[in-house]
C-alpha cells in the first residue's frame, strides 16, 4: 500500500469504521449497565447497595465500551496495513 496521502474512498472507510466503532462502543456499554440496573430493580436494592451496584455497572460499562471501540479500530487498522 501507497504510504502517500489516503484517498478520499480510504477517508471514507475510516469515517465509517469510526462511527462502527462508537455506536457498537456504546451498544456494548449500555447493554452491560443494563444487567446490574435490571438487578437492582429486580431485587428493589436501597441506598448505598444500590448506588454500588450502579457504579460498578457503569464502571463495567465504561471499560467494555472502550475495549469494544479499541478492537474495532486496531482491527481495521491491521486490515489496512494489510491492503485488504
Known sequence: M????ESRG???AM???IVFA???ALALAAAVFAVPLALA???DLSGSVRK????????F???AGVWRLVRV???FDNQRRMGR
Open 2 to 5: 501507497d504510504m502517500g496521502r
Open 10 to 12: 480510504e477517508k471514507d
Open 15 to 17: 469515517t465509517v469504521e
Open 22 to 24: 462508537l455506536v457498537t
Open 41 to 43: 430493580s429486580a431485587f
Open 52 to 59: 454500588g451496584v450502579l457504579v460498578g455497572g457503569a464502571v
Open 61 to 63: 460499562g465504561g471499560a
Open 73 to 75: 479500530l486496531i482491527r
